[in-house]
């Protein structure tokens, strides 16, 4: 795993986690002036996933690091990103480029989060597409 320092969103949380993990998907952007991304093309994703709250589970944990990887990782991991049925090839606003990929991943976990009875926050969500580029999403609605 890459070690890397992430910025560090701002919360008033007494708890913060943070999971780190990688993917491997292809994608293509439909888009004209998406260059030669409109082919198809692969990528080895690195994310870091930022989650706080006031409370631990009964377990004490925010949440499982497993978890946090299931979601993503079962789902994304050697996928073609423009075949999950939350991208759309006809509205930009849900190409998978890394941006909305970044979001999306944010979406996933606090859909999650939120059935959990103490009410952890995704934060944030840094997205390394390649070793020079990365995207970081980061939640209006988080405290």
Same mark, same amino acid.
């Given at each position: 795993?890459? &070690? &890397?320092?992430?910025?560090?969103?701002?919360?008033?949380?007494?708890?913060?986690?943070?999971?780190?993990?990688?993917?491997?998907?292809?994608?293509?952007?439909?888009?004209?002036?998406?260059?030669?991304? &409109?082919?198809?093309?692969? @990528?080895?994703?690195?994310?870091?996933?930022?989650?706080?709250?006031?409370? !631990?589970?009964?377990?004490?944990? !925010? %949440?499982?690091?497993?978890? %946090?990887? =299931?979601?993503? @990782?079962?789902?994304?991991? @050697?996928? !073609?990103?423009? =075949?999950?049925?939350?991208?759309?090839?006809?509205?930009?606003?849900?190409?998978?480029?890394?941006?909305?990929?970044?979001?999306?991943?944010?979406?996933? %976990? &606090?859909?999650?989060? =939120?059935?959990?009875? @103490?009410?952890?926050?995704?934060?944030?969500?840094? !997205?390394?597409?390649?070793?020079?580029?990365?995207? %970081?999403?980061?939640?209006?609605?988080?405290?």
């Amino acid at each position: 795993m890459m &070690q &890397q320092i992430y910025p560090t969103p701002v919360h008033g949380y007494q708890f913060e986690l943070n999971k780190d993990f990688h993917f491997a998907a292809a994608h293509y952007i439909p888009h004209p002036e998406a260059g030669s991304c &409109q082919l198809t093309h692969g @990528h080895t994703y690195f994310v870091n996933i930022t989650i706080a709250g006031d409370s !631990l589970d009964d377990s004490g944990f !925010l %949440i499982n690091f497993k978890t %946090i990887k =299931d979601l993503i @990782h079962k789902r994304f991991d @050697h996928t !073609l990103l423009n =075949d999950d049925n939350c991208f759309s090839n006809k509205i930009a606003e849900n190409f998978p480029t890394t941006e909305v990929m970044a979001k999306t991943i944010c979406e996933i %976990i &606090q859909k999650h989060l =939120d059935t959990l009875g @103490h009410k952890p926050q995704c934060l944030q969500v840094f !997205l390394r597409e390649t070793p020079t580029s990365y995207v %970081i999403y980061r939640s209006k609605e988080a405290k």
